[in-house]
């Protein structure tokens, strides 16, 4: 992807902007928006006179738009929380692009997930350019090599009897420097905290490679003024080495990012954050948490899909999550949507769900508009008996708080253990 050299324009997620027609379409009728942008499908374009409105969707990052203009998507809650529920939900920052962003420092350390990610994209670029080799000096006992070190000779081995043997010092050409020492260091840090799954493939094939690359180099731990040891880098190798250290000293200060552009901030790979995953997982390992002691597991309903018809699997059905206590008796089914206003398609959604399994309860998630408090709306009930409801989550004050009210709320409508279910848990 071309990295672009022009303007970086902010706008939040699904929020909308303007652009005159001269920004996104050439003299010649073509479009100017990079065809990478258009395949990620988050951006939605709408004609109006003399010009293109563009509407941000559930993606928020640093995103190039065209060769001249860059889009900085940033969220509608505090940046605080998106790190929250990225803990709680879990993230593989995998969605990652070959752009080089500066990020506003922040308090809250960065995860350390995305750090691995940002550690491997310039671990690519020094592998695929070469590790800057060097002279760097060695010293040697017991035989003679320029140059003699008079001192610890005469206190090693003159001064024990010994006219033979010396100590010297020599220089030698190769990849044992002082910043391939760190780098090596930061390979074996990072080797331990990249998850041993099938998505980080790439990334431990990268550090092996390294490591395997530098073999021979004795890896050491940097000190304060190790992080700028770049700058005597060649500079056809620089960048590369800039940004090695640079995410190694943000994984072991514990130094922060946020979102916000800044022309002086910290440089690291652009990311990009899926809000509608990202909410779906933190709600759901949320009452995964929760629930556990209570004997309910919440389970995801793309794992373990049930049957929209009782006598065919050609339609199955996806549910965001499953509760259930045991294995087959499923209490209640949830549906998380990333949006400002749920459709009819979500309550038709959610109701043929609830009766094909059966359950007794219908919980639709959606985070809280401006101005909503976080609540619990009943919809309604069949004529099967099924409940209906729908919660808010405010997602832009006190998260923890949020994710405590909303426990305790959901939990008080679960339906109770049976009878029979207590008497099989006692």
């Not at 959604?349 to 401006?370: D, R």
């Amino acid at each position: 992807m071309v990295v672009p050299e022009g303007r970086i324009i902010e706008v939040e997620e699904r929020g909308q902007r303007y652009f005159p027609r001269g920004d996104l379409i050439d003299q010649y009728g073509h479009s100017l928006i990079l065809p990478e942008t258009r395949e990620l499908k988050a951006l939605e374009f709408k004609d109006v006179a003399d010009g293109v409105h563009l509407v941000a969707l559930g993606l928020i990052g640093y995103l190039p738009l065209t060769s001249t203009i860059t889009l900085n998507i940033v969220p509608k809650f505090p940046i605080e929380n998106l790190w929250t529920m990225l803990e709680v939900g879990g993230e593989n920052y995998d969605r990652i692009l070959p752009t080089i962003r500066r990020y506003q420092s922040a308090d809250k350390p960065a995860p350390l997930q995305l750090l691995a990610r940002s550690f491997c994209h310039y671990l690519k670029g020094a592998l695929s350019a070469g590790f800057e080799r060097s002279y760097y000096p060695r010293t040697v006992s017991g035989f003679y090599k320029p140059r003699v070190e008079f001192g610890p000779t005469i206190s090693r081995y003159l001064s024990r009897g010994n006219p033979i043997d010396t100590v010297s010092s020599v220089f030698e050409f190769g990849l044992d420097s002082p910043v391939n020492q760190i780098v090596k260091a930061a390979c074996l840090r990072f080797a331990r905290i990249i998850p041993r799954q099938k998505s980080w493939e790439e990334e431990r094939h990268l550090i092996q490679i390294a490591l395997d690359t530098l073999q021979r180099v004795n890896a050491r731990e940097p000190g304060p003024h190790d992080f700028y040891l770049d700058e005597a880098v060649s500079l056809r190798l620089r960048g590369n080495y800039e940004g090695l250290l640079r995410v190694y000293q943000l994984l072991l200060t514990g130094g922060g990012i946020a979102f916000t552009f800044e022309p002086g901030g910290k440089e690291l790979p652009s990311f990009l954050f899926n809000l509608e995953d990202i909410f779906e997982r933190f709600i759901r390992q949320t009452f995964v948490d929760a629930l556990r002691e209570k004997k309910i597991g919440v389970l995801d309903g793309n794992k373990h899909q049930g049957k929209l018809f009782e006598d065919s699997k050609v339609y199955p059905t996806k549910s965001d999550l499953i509760f259930r206590r045991g294995k087959k008796n499923v209490i209640a089914l949830g549906e998380v949507k990333y949006k400002p206003r749920l459709k009819e398609a979500d309550r038709y959604q959610i109701i043929s769900h609830v009766t094909s399994a059966k359950a007794p309860l219908g919980i639709l998630f959606s985070p809280a508009n401006e101005g909503e408090s976080q609540r619990l709306d009943r919809i309604g009930r069949l004529a099967t008996g099924a409940q209906f409801y729908h919660y808010r989550v405010d997602i832009k004050g006190d998260i923890r708080a949020a994710q405590a009210q909303m426990v305790r709320e959901i939990t008080a409508i679960l339906p109770a253990p049976s009878e029979a279910e207590t008497l099989a848990e006692a």
